[in-house]
T-cell receptor, first 115, second 110 residues
Framework: SAVISQKPSRDICQRGTSLTIQCQVD?????MFWYRQQPGQSLTLIAT?????????ESGFVIDKFPISRPNLTFSTLTVSNMSPEDSSIYLC????????????FGPGTRLTVL | GEDVEQSLFLSVREGDSSVINCTYT??????LYWYKQEPGAGLQLLTY?????DMKQDQRLTVLLNKKDKHLSLRIADTQTGDSAIYFC??????????FGTGTRLTIIP
């Protein structure tokens, strides 16, 4: 498996502000993803974080709202910009060691509450 | 798009077997997964099965796949209080993106 850590683990933020979530993996991985889990809901893929290039966003998610960085093979950040209460969710980082790898692992999540 | 369905709740007596069911629509699914989410935690990968298999067993866990009916199940033998969690079914097609079900909340009755 992969050991994945996220910072912060939780935060309470004011409307209109931005929060950057960090994801650190204990070893190099090819694929990194960001998911959102709204309260009581399932997981929705936000984007695939690509090392050295722009992230690939899923339908309904845009770079201006969720900018993503991936400077190397062990680290990525997701920013939730100009937050509103509807952004209150758990945000999860997820990795696959290599393209074609069958196993996908998840971090512990960042629980975000927007007031 | 792809759709993955699960029943929302399941209650099982301690010591009995739990069977959590999942149906999916994507006929090109290559792998199907079961994840466990305990309260306040991330997702733990329990097991996965390749779409050309019909069964996989790993200790107390048995996965059954009926590809014709697009039906997946997870059986937990000798269910214990530590098995209380939400269980998510997920499928991936050729693009390696996971589509998740709604999750089944498993409650253990003492």
């Amino acid at each position: 498996s992969a050991v994945i850590s996220q910072k912060p683990s939780r935060d309470i933020c004011q409307r209109g502000t931005s929060l950057t979530i960090q994801c650190q993996v204990d070893s190099q991985v090819t694929m990194m993803f960001w998911y959102r889990q709204q309260p009581g809901q399932s997981l929705t893929l936000i984007a695939t974080a690509n090392q050295g290039s722009e992230a690939t966003y899923e339908s309904g998610f845009v770079i201006d709202k969720f900018p993503i960085s991936r400077p190397n093979l062990t680290f990525s950040t997701l920013t939730v910009s100009n937050m509103s209460p509807e952004d209150s969710s758990i945000y999860l980082c997820s990795v696959r060691r290599a393209q074609g790898s069958n196993e996908q692992f998840f971090g512990p999540g960042t629980r975000l509450t927007v007031l | 798009g792809e759709d993955v369905e699960q029943s929302l709740f399941l209650s099982v007596r301690e010591g009995d077997s739990s069977v959590i069911n999942c149906t999916y629509t994507d006929s090109s699914s290559t792998y199907l997964y079961w994840y466990k989410q305990e309260p306040g935690a991330g997702l733990q990968l329990l097991t996965y099965i390749f779409s050309n298999m019909d069964m996989k067993q790993d200790q107390r866990l048995t996965v059954l796949l009926n590809k014709k009916d697009k039906h997946l199940s997870l059986r937990i033998a000798d269910t214990q209080t530590g098995d209380s969690a939400i269980y998510f079914c997920a499928e991936s097609g050729g693009n390696e993106k996971l589509t998740f079900g709604t999750g089944t909340r498993l409650t253990i009755i003492p």
